[in-house]
């Protein structure tokens, strides 16, 4: 199974849209904040969506492939 490469760019393009951490990148988000979402609920839709993933890539030591992204998109 092959990562989704538009799932991933969206990843590390859409900015966080409120919180603490509003207008950084979703890839950027600290663990912490992801593992709180993960423990009382993602958003719904699209955000919750980036946001499990991440949660997902970052808790399974995948972040290579968000890194080879930003090379790509010159984060």
């Known amino acids: ?3 989704d490469a538009e799932i991933l760019k969206a990843c590390v393009t ?3 849209p409120f919180g603490k951490y509003k207008e ?9 904040y992801l593992e709180w979402f ?3 609920g ?5 955000l919750g969506m ?3 993933t991440v949660w ?8 290579e492939l968000l890194a080879s992204i ?3 998109e010159k984060y």
């Open 70 to 72: 930003k090379k790509v």
């Open 56 to 63: 997902v890539i970052k808790t399974n030591g995948l972040e």
């Open 1 to 3: 199974m092959k990562p």
């Open 42 to 46: 993602f958003p719904a839709g699209k």
């Open 38 to 40: 993960e423990k009382k």
């Open 24 to 32: 950084q990148k979703i890839a950027d988000l600290p663990v912490s």
């Open 14 to 16: 859409t900015p966080m």
């Open 50 to 52: 980036l946001m499990s």
